[in-house]
Every structure is written in structure tokens, then in C-alpha cells.
């Protein structure tokens, strides 16, 4: 009943004359609901995305560490390999590469 007065009231304002203006009631709790709306949504995404990432870091740490040793071994291997060992080297290595590859 209350918002049905209140929207009433907004109705009849609006053709009511500039010199009549005054706030209308219940403005500033509206205000604080919208951003409260907005608001709320963007902190939990925040909290997920900051979660994501510290359980994501490890895996990364580890996978690096990897990819650093597997270079190395490839590294030696090419080498002291003949051309075609390289060249089944390189083309695996684009394979990966296209596998990971962001899209």
C-alpha cells in the first residue's frame, strides 16, 4: 500500500509545477538498494577470482618448473640428434604449441 502511495505521488508531482519540487520519500533508501545490488555481486567475484588464483599459482609454479626441464632435455637432445630427430622435435614441439595455444 505504502509503494502504491508512493508511486502515486510520483505520478502526481511530475505534472505539478517546478516551484512544488520537493524529494520524494524513500529516495535515498532506493539508492542504497540498487547499489547494494551492484555491489555485492562484484564482491564476490572479487573473493572468486582472488581464490582462483591462489589455487591456480602452485599449478603454474609447477608447470613451469616442468616446461624449464623439458626444454633442457630437448635442448641437449637436438643437439646431438641427426636432422631428422630435429625435425620430429620441431614438429612435435608445434603440435604442443597449437594444443595450448590461447584462442
Sequence with gaps: MNAQNQESELWRRKFEPVTDW????GASSSIGDSKSVFEDPLAQAQKAAVS?????????????DKIKDVTSVLDDAVGKSSTEARSFV????ETMAEKIKPK
Aim: charged share 30%.
Design 52 to 64: 582462483l588464483v591462489k589455487m591456480l599459482e602452485p599449478i603454474a609454479v609447477e608447470a613451469r
Design 90 to 93: 620441431a614438429k612435435t614441439l
Design 22 to 25: 520537493r524529494p520524494a520519500s
